[in-house]
């Protein structure tokens, strides 16, 4: 599958921190998705993606376009706009070595390994998307600062077993701006 799409996604907070100031350290790792059938049980395309285990393309060659596994965005993917790939709208988090590839016509996520963390449809459950909600930063800005705080993700799968050992996760870190977090409180 390779599926031209929005070089946005969802932004699944991991880590955070409210500073004296009222800035927030944040850690976020990305929702990417793909449509998939499900057959005896089992989500799959051409590699199987059982939910709570990583997998692993054994033919991954890193920065190939071809020879990966092929992401859309979580949106899309929430939205039912891949439904031709499959009835399954799985979210996947992206390991370590995630890379795109883009131009003019749209954009394309690619890994080598993933996290299968939510069947949308298995579920019945809506993509998380915590940084759009008000609440989620009326709650940071309730929390001590200078203390760091590890975000309990609404999936089932990641409230089981903990998040993902971060060495394995793509991560990034970001400093907020107090009036920005204000702003998204509101």
């Known amino acids: 599958m ?3 799409s929005l070089p946005h996604t969802i932004y699944l907070p991991l880590w955070l921190k409210r500073r004296s100031d009222d800035s927030v350290d944040l850690a976020f790792t990305l929702m990417l998705g793909k449509a998939v059938e499900k ?11 059982p939910i709570g285990r990583w997998v692993q393309d054994p033919n991954w060659i890193p920065g190939s376009h071809d020879r990966c596994l092929h992401f859309a ?3 899309e993917v929430r939205d039912g706009r891949l439904n031709s790939y499959g009835s399954h709208r799985v979210l996947f988090l992206p390991s370590r070595h ?3 590839q883009g131009d003019r016509s749209g954009f394309c ?4 390994a993933t996290l299968p963390v939510l069947c949308l449809d298995c579920e019945g459950l809506e993509a998380p998307d915590l940084l759009r909600e008000p609440e989620f930063w009326r709650e940071v800005l309730r929390l001590p ?3 760091e705080f590890t975000v309990a993700p ?11 050992n971060p060495r394995r996760l793509w991560v990034a870190r970001k400093r907020l701006p107090a009036d ?3 702003e998204w409180a509101r």
């Open 2 to 4: 390779c599926y031209k």
């Open 39 to 49: 057959r005896n049980g089992v989500h799959r395309t051409s590699l199987e993606y």
């Open 73 to 75: 965005s979580a949106y």
């Open 98 to 100: 995630l890379y795109g």
């Open 109 to 112: 996520w690619h890994d080598g």
């Open 145 to 147: 600062p200078e203390e």
């Open 154 to 164: 609404p999936i089932p799968v990641l409230q089981a077993r903990g998040l993902p």
């Open 180 to 182: 920005l977090v204000y």
